[in-house]
């Protein structure tokens, strides 16, 4: 029960969401308003006081190695595998490999490690890898194929983290975390207050997504791309996860602790990011939904097999 009661509020949620846009409680725009202001101010405040409170020392060099290898698996599967199975454009791969391979890390991640590994410690390495290294590399290739000419420019590239408040936020919580510097608390209160909207508001937005429009030929989700997202969320990422804690010989403990966390489900992140570059919505929407309702079994059978 205590797995279950993990992801009863984001149930809840969605069908708040989607209940909401079906009796036009939100609007017309609702779920687009919603989103942006999650990508633009809720889900910046989010990261950058998670990581501005998060020690930078510390790092489980091996397990963390097992978890970005099957992130890198996965993720590079989706992405590339996205074009040769269902003729995605370029500018869909990026979100196609984030929806396989991004994992939600925060507000169900953060219950489930408690639940099963005791405590959130190589959680929070995941959350800085997935930050700081998988996010920009997917906003970086979104960014790109926005630009009408679709070329990798080195000035456009460094002016990203300017532009897009995700990266900004998470490069100066990084920065004030290595300085030991603390916000004012009426600042910390203010941004407390913001973050805390992060997670509600994008699950809100989530399901209003499932009910808004109608997507277009080019947007739809086909059940055999959600089929092979969520085995390859599901399935795969954990099992590349064992396979690589086993070759750097990790001990049972940790063992668990990757494949717990590689078997979470795609983050509602992935439908924000899918949603502010106008790319891959219906796709992202129903694999959130989709592995979220479905990863419940895979979690208890890797806390049952690995304990």
Known sequence: ????????????????????????????????????????????????????????SGFAGRPLLAFAASTAVVVGFGWFGASRLFGREPGERPIWGMAAGYVNSANLGIPIATQVLGDVAFLAQVVLLQVLVVAPVI???????????????????????????????????????AAGLRLPSAADATLTLLSGAAAPAALVALGASLHHTTPSRSDRAAPAELAV??????????AVAYAAGLALHLPA???????????????????????????????????????????????????ALLR
């Open 229 to 238: 997202i969520t085995a390859l969320k599901l399935v795969a990422q954990p």
């Open 139 to 177: 906003l970086v290739a979104l960014d790109r194929h926005r630009d009408p000419a679709g070329q990798i420019r080195v000035r456009r590239i460094a002016s990203l983290p300017v532009r897009n408040p995700v990266i900004l936020a998470s490069l100066l919580g990084v920065a004030c975390s």
């Open 253 to 303: 403990p940790q063992l668990l602790a990757v494949v717990v966390c590689a078997g979470l489900p795609t983050a509602q992140n992935t439908f924000i990011f899918g949603q502010e570059y106008d790319v891959g919505e219906a796709v992202t929407s129903r694999a959130v939904l989709l592995t979220t309702t479905l990863s419940l079994a895979t979690l208890a059978a890797a806390a």
């Open 1 to 56: 029960m205590s797995l279950v009661s993990a992801f009863v509020p984001i149930w809840i949620l969605t069908v708040v969401g989607y209940a909401a846009c079906r009796w036009g409680l939100l609007g017309e725009a609702g779920a687009a308003v919603l989103g942006r202001f999650v990508f633009q101010l809720a889900m910046p405040a989010a990261l950058f006081l998670a990581l501005s409170r998060m020690p930078l």
